[in-house]
Every structure is written in structure tokens, then in C-alpha cells.
């Protein structure tokens, strides 16, 4: 096995490639929060101002309408570090030694590839736990609208229009089941994946209504969701290297960064490598207006809502049976 704590450099190097080849949902969200914004925060929280909505009103033409003044309303989101992933192995000196050990394909490869897909599961909860003002169903066993995929998306993009969603950028992602129902559809359009990350790119299902399906491997079968780029607000922070180990190396890479530590173990005698960071998504809300264009405002706190995803409440017509359990109930 090759020596890391000869030639640091060169792994870390090595896990900056592994990472831009694993990222995941890290590529798909444009908010992204690391240690420039985080150093110095109260709290491990960022506040992140949110544009003012203000509506045109009219003035009259040849009468005069009377002229109301808005007020320049300046809302603000909070992004927080949540989470602290990590994923340490430990090589003994019997297998430092005796077994063939390649440092890359059997330590750093899986560890690397477990934070990613902590970092997608800590987006897809966050897209779990959100409130949404936006639902529609999808129930392929259904004799209505709701039974086809196209007037599904349709309904969504509506929705997210009458939301003022930007229409570029636009998403659906989904979990297996609601992949393999859409993928019996004869009309998907297809889509140039070469702008996705390189990972999610044998994910993609087609295109309907503007978004892109995208097959998320972190969500539950049944889950799914419309979705906009600008829907959540990743943070990840690479720690600092502690002086004590023996080497060490931070990376960053399409708004993932993670710090790798190598380090020995006097009371197991084993040589260890430690990947871990700082992390956090959360949704991003909007001002919530009233009917006359107004921020609402509730005992002088401006209101949110979120209202750049569509959550899918999906029905799967043919659940995979736990075989395992089967077996064994009958024994």
C-alpha cells in the first residue's frame, strides 16, 4: 500500500477528483455557503437577505388614481450548519502489511462517496421536512388527470408560475418508483446532460413541461418533488486540520468541502483516515404577499413561504415486496 503520510499532496489531489466524480445534489442548487461566509457568524448561522417584491400600480391616464407608497420591505432567511458527517477507517498492521491494499480504491473512494451521499440525504430531508404551499398528486392508477406524468408536470409548472418560479432551472426529482412509472412514457423529450453533474448524469429520465426528471438515488421510492435551483441553501465546511496529526488536506469542489485527516492510533496501532465536515440545507422561502402585492407582515415580522418546489404526493401502483421477509415469515 502506498504511504499517505509520505506524499499527502498527492492523495488529496486524488480525493478532489474522487469528489467532483461523485457530487450529486451539490451540483444541482446554486445557493452555496462555505467557511468565507461562516467564519466569524454568530451561531453557525448565516442571515441571507431576501429582494424586496414590490407590484406596479396604476396612476391613471388622463385621471389621476391615488398614488400609494409602498415600503421597501427587507426580509431575511437564516442558513445554519446542522450536521457534522464523518467517516473514519482504521488499517491495521497485518493488513498494512500482508494484504493487498490499494489506499485509493479501498479507503478513500468510500469514504469520499459516503459524505456525498450524507450531503445529498441532508438535502433530501430538507426538501422532506419543508412546508409546502404547492402539492399535486401523481397516481398512475387513477382513471383522472392525475394518472398521466405530462399533465402532471403541466399542473406543477403552473403552479410554480403562478408563483413567479423562474422558468429556467427548473427540476423534477424523483425517487425509483416514480422514475420507473415515468419511464414507461413514449413522449419524454430528451435532454443534453452534459451541464449535470457527472454522477447524476445516467439519472436522467427526460424532460416534460420544462423541468428536467432527474432520478435521485437518496429519496424513498415514492418521493419526489418539482423543484428550482434556487430551492435550497446548501452550507458545507471543510475543519480545520488539526496541528497534532501527522498530515492533512481540505477540498472543495462544486459547493462540497470536506477535510481529510491521517492520523495513527497508539492504542489500536492503526494507521487511520478521518473524512469529515460541516454541513447544513435548508429550504429557501419567500416573502409571502397578500392580494394587493403586499409583504405581509405579522407583529412586525415579515412572513415566509415556500414556494420554489411542488411536493408530489405519489401513489405506487406496484411496491416492491421484501422477498427476505416473505422467506422467513414461512419458515
Known amino acids: 500500500?502506498?504511504?499517505?503520510?509520505?506524499?499527502?499532496?498527492?492523495?488529496?489531489?486524488?480525493a478532489l477528483e474522487l469528489l467532483r466524480?461523485?457530487?450529486?445534489?451539490?451540483?444541482?442548487?446554486?445557493?452555496?455557503?462555505?467557511?468565507?461566509?461562516?467564519?466569524?457568524?454568530?451561531g453557525d448561522v448565516i442571515n441571507i437577505k431576501r429582494p424586496p417584491?414590490?407590484?406596479?400600480?396604476?396612476?391613471?391616464f388622463r385621471t389621476r388614481n391615488t398614488l400609494v407608497v409602498d415600503d421597501i420591505v427587507q426580509g431575511k432567511i437564516q442558513v445554519a450548519l446542522t450536521r457534522?458527517?464523518?467517516?473514519?477507517?482504521?488499517?491495521?498492521?497485518?493488513?498494512?502489511?500482508?494484504?493487498?491494499?490499494?489506499?485509493?480504491?479501498?479507503?478513500?473512494?468510500?469514504?469520499?462517496?459516503?459524505?456525498?451521499?450524507?450531503?445529498?440525504?441532508?438535502?433530501?430531508?430538507?426538501?422532506?421536512?419543508?412546508?409546502?404551499?404547492?402539492?399535486?398528486?401523481?397516481?398512475?392508477?387513477?382513471?383522472?388527470?392525475?394518472?398521466d406524468p405530462r399533465k402532471v408536470a403541466r399542473r406543477a409548472k403552473r403552479l410554480m408560475d403562478s408563483s413567479s418560479v423562474p422558468a429556467s432551472g427548473r427540476m423534477w426529482l424523483v425517487g425509483s418508483a416514480v422514475s420507473e412509472s415515468i419511464a414507461t412514457l413514449d413522449k419524454l423529450q430528451e435532454v443534453d446532460a452534459s451541464g449535470l453533474p457527472e454522477a447524476l448524469r445516467d439519472g436522467v429520465v427526460g424532460r416534460l413541461s420544462g423541468f428536467i426528471i432527474i432520478d435521485w438515488p437518496s429519496f424513498a421510492d415514492d418521493e419526489s418533488y418539482f423543484t428550482h435551483e434556487t430551492a435550497v441553501a446548501l452550507s458545507a465546511v471543510a475543519p480545520a486540520v488539526p496541528r497534532g496529526v501527522a498530515a492533512g488536506a481540505t477540498i472543495a469542489s462544486d459547493g462540497l468541502a470536506v477535510t481529510q485527516v491521517w492520523s495513527y492510533g497508539d492504542d489500536t496501532m492503526q494507521d487511520r483516515s478521518t473524512v469529515h465536515a460541516f454541513t447544513g440545507a435548508t429550504p429557501v422561502t419567500d416573502p409571502k404577499t397578500g392580494a394587493d402585492?403586499?409583504?405581509?407582515?405579522?407583529?412586525?415580522?415579515?412572513q415566509y413561504e415556500f414556494i420554489r418546489a411542488v411536493k408530489v404526493n405519489f401513489t405506487d401502483p406496484d411496491p416492491l415486496v421484501d422477498e427476505s421477509s416473505s422467506s422467513s415469515a414461512g419458515v
Open 84 to 147: 457534522h458527517p464523518y467517516s473514519r477507517v482504521g488499517l491495521s498492521p497485518e493488513e498494512a502489511t500482508l494484504d493487498e491494499v490499494d489506499y485509493v480504491r479501498d479507503v478513500q473512494a468510500p469514504q469520499v462517496r459516503a459524505m456525498v451521499e450524507d450531503f445529498d440525504e441532508t438535502i433530501a430531508g430538507a426538501l422532506a421536512g419543508a412546508t409546502y404551499v404547492h402539492e399535486v398528486t401523481y397516481n398512475p392508477a387513477a382513471v383522472d388527470a392525475t394518472a
Open 1 to 14: 500500500m502506498s504511504n499517505v503520510f509520505e506524499n499527502p499532496e498527492k492523495f488529496a489531489g486524488t
Open 293 to 302: 402585492g403586499r409583504v405581509i407582515i405579522v407583529a412586525d415580522e415579515v
Open 53 to 60: 417584491i414590490l407590484r406596479a400600480r396604476d396612476a391613471g
Open 21 to 42: 466524480k461523485e457530487i450529486k445534489g451539490a451540483g444541482l442548487f446554486v445557493h452555496k455557503y462555505g467557511i468565507a461566509d461562516y467564519s466569524g457568524a454568530q
